[in-house]
């Protein structure tokens, strides 16, 4: 059977408010909201209204102990104005690998598709149709107990909203590897999309940014040797012609849903990928021989984003974007799955339906 979500319309659209040609990113949200409540032990009360604000009670246990998990994605139109989503299962599975992670219920994958299918039905119009614009999607999902102390909530909300971004042309971006402080270790909570991830960013970006570097290049958490991610993008490394990057099995990086597509295109175009560790000494080596050729994060925000130059310690890598090809390769890829001109060969497309199966 499938779910029943409530619907309540807004009767007030403001769509006509935006200028799709003018979008600041993350700052401008849809008409509707899909929400769900955890209590008495199961999630319920599936519904969709009116994006608004809601309350929040001060001692909320999300704002204390930071119980609080959340996804990226994107719907998009392709050139003859048909929505989709890329791989939305593998964002349904990921939430819950960080619920599990975070000691938060998983939500039901069916549920959450469903309410995918029917929010992004309902708020079709407001899906940018320019080439690289779409739909931000943000599941997220919080504690909501009244209690003070550390444990696990037995109470939870999840949430999911959109809203429209205009096409991402990042320039290519500066990285600092650090040396001082970590994003994750071995054992933490790296690979779960949690808040706190995030918070514990701030600080050393803040510094990189000081010091002239868009962002940081995270290092591994015990001998500061091996490259991890960045930012909001999992990163790969083209030396002396091998395209590497991190693995994820030790649950210390983001199991990024470009990343592994842009494995799968990069091996669909002839190129092998090293999913392996690779340290900094490997990367200065490659640069002193002049094999140090690109490097370029994927993310579901910017697609990819190429890399002008990496810092290490005393050492500043600069690399020749001219030669740089092989993160244009994934970009077209994707940027052409969207736009409907590339055959979808492994099945990541999955149309908006039309008529969202909704029991009222
Ligand atoms: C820390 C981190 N790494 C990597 C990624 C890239 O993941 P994806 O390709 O699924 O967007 C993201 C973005 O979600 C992220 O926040």
């Known amino acids: ?185 071995v054992g933490g909570v790296g690979a779960a999309k949690t808040a706190g991830n995030y918070a514990a960013s701030l600080l050393p970006a803040r510094l990189a940014n000081e010091k002239g570097y868009d962002q940081v290049l995270w290092l591994d958490g015990k001998d500061f040797k091996y490259v991890q991610e960045v930012g909001t993008m999992n990163i790969f490394f083209v030396l002396n012609g091998k395209v590497i990057t991190p693995p994820t099995d030790e649950n210390t990086i983001l199991k990024g849903i470009t990343r592994k597509m842009a494995i799968q295109i990069l091996e669909d175009n002839g190129y092998q990928v090293e999913v392996r560790k690779l340290s900094m000494d490997e990367i200065v080596e490659a640069y002193n021989k002049g094999q140090f050729q690109e490097a370029f994060g994927t993310g579901t925000a910017a697609v990819v984003a190429k890399v002008s130059k990496v810092a290490y310690k005393d050492m500043v890598m600069e690399l020749d974007q001219n030669t740089a090809k092989i993160g244009q390769v994934i970009k077209d890829h994707i940027d052409g799955l969207r736009n409907g001109t590339v055959a979808d060969k492994w099945n990541w497309i999955v149309p908006v339906k039309e008529m969202a199966a909704v029991e009222l």
């Open 1 to 185: 059977m499938k779910p029943a979500i409530k619907i309540t319309k807004t009767n007030q659209s403001r769509i006509n408010e935006v200028d799709f040609d003018n979008i600041p990113f993350g700052r401008v949200f849809s008409d509707h909201m899909f929400v769900a409540d955890y209590y008495d032990g199961q999630w319920q009360d599936y519904r969709i209204v009116p994006f608004a604000n809601f309350e929040i009670h001060p001692a909320s246990m999300v704002l204390h102990y930071g119980q609080s998990i959340f996804e990226g994605m994107k719907a998009s139109v392709s050139q003859s104005g048909k929505a989709m989503f890329l791989s939305p299962e593998l964002h349904a599975q990921r939430l819950n690998t960080s619920a599990e992670r975070m000691c938060m219920p998983t939500f039901p994958e069916e549920v959450f598709l469903e309410a995918l299918h029917a929010l992004v039905n309902l708020d079709q119009a407001w899906i940018p149709p320019q080439t690289g614009s779409a739909l931000y999607i943000r599941p997220l999902m919080f504690a909501t107990d009244e209690f003070i102390g550390v444990k696990p909530s037995h109470n939870y909300r999840m949430l999911i909203f959109t809203g429209p971004v205009g096409p991402y042309y990042p320039k290519p971006v500066s990285l600092l590897a650090e040396d001082k402080y970590i994003r994750a270790a």
